[in-house]
Nanobody, 125 residues
Framework: HVQLVESGGDLAQPGGSLRLSCAASGFTFSTYVMGWFRQAPGKEREGVAA???????SYADSVKGRVTISKDNAMNILYLQLINLKPEDTAMYYC????????????????????WGRGTQVTVS
């Protein structure tokens, strides 16, 4: 079965950086669309970045220029590099996956994804 395990979340200072990882197993990682989402207390879960099998990427406007999504198909790991962290980046970050083909860029819509990890906490303070 699909398993997604996030790691790398931490307490960071404003202006700092973090790299989140998502170890994937139980499916053909290279062919899935993969995404990173985040949810702050009292807020909706929002899409941060996504990458498809052709390595096309999508980014939320709120993080463009500060976030890079990438993946290692050989190791089945999804990454999210965050730089110039801001307090508003504080949230639980989730890895998500879906086995679907999109004609355009990979979606940042929560409902499109069918598999989720448990999250890793990022706190910027």
């Amino acid at each position: 079965h699909v398993q997604l395990v996030e790691s790398g979340g931490d307490l960071a200072q404003p202006g700092g950086s973090l790299r989140l990882s998502c170890a994937a197993s139980g499916f053909t990682f290279s062919t899935y669309v993969m995404g990173w989402f985040r949810q702050a207390p009292g807020k909706e879960r929002e899409g941060v970045a996504a990458i498809d099998s052709e390595r096309r990427t999508s980014y939320a406007d709120s993080v463009k220029g500060r976030v890079t999504i990438s993946k290692d198909n050989a190791m089945n790991i999804l990454y999210l590099q965050l730089i110039n962290l801001k307090p508003e980046d504080t949230a639980m970050y989730y890895c998500a996956a879906v086995d679907r083909r999109y004609t355009r860029y990979p979606p940042l819509t929560r409902d499109e994804y069918t598999n989720w990890g448990r999250g890793t906490q990022v706190t910027v303070s």
